[in-house]
Nanobody, 118 residues
Framework: QVQLVESGGGLVQAGGSLRLSCAASGRTFSVNTMGWLRQAPGKEREFVATITRDGGSTNYADSAKGRFTISRDNAKNTVYLQMNSLKAEDTAVYYC???????????WGQGTQVTVSS
């Protein structure tokens, strides 16, 4: 199995920045695409960003494009989400996810809370 542990969440004022980290352990050889999802209070879980195994391709939700940057360091088995120009609507629990062959999001982290004050 693969374990994912997020860190870096917290409270930030609107316009500020945070960097989330997600460290993978276990059978990391089975992981291909990784990404971030989030769930805001009273809302459905939504896609934020994904990155392929080699880091060559990224995808972002429209709400994140231009403000968030996803990256990964395979030597450290870690994926990052740099969040700039944060808005109150970015407030959510952010989940690190990882896919493997046959399962898009086979592995999930425990989530890290991001709160943006307006």
């Amino acid at each position: 199995q693969v374990q994912l542990v997020e860190s870096g969440g917290g409270l930030v004022q609107a316009g500020g920045s945070l960097r989330l980290s997600c460290a993978a352990s276990g059978r990391t050889f089975s992981v291909n695409t990784m990404g971030w999802l989030r769930q805001a209070p009273g809302k459905e879980r939504e896609f934020v960003a994904t990155i392929t195994r080699d880091g060559g391709s990224t995808n972002y939700a429209d709400s994140a494009k231009g403000r968030f940057t996803i990256s990964r360091d395979n030597a450290k088995n870690t994926v990052y989400l740099q969040m700039n120009s944060l808005k109150a609507e970015d407030t959510a629990v952010y989940y690190c996810v990882a896919g493997r062959r046959g399962a898009t999001w086979a592995y999930w982290g425990q989530g890290t809370q991001v709160t943006v004050s307006s």
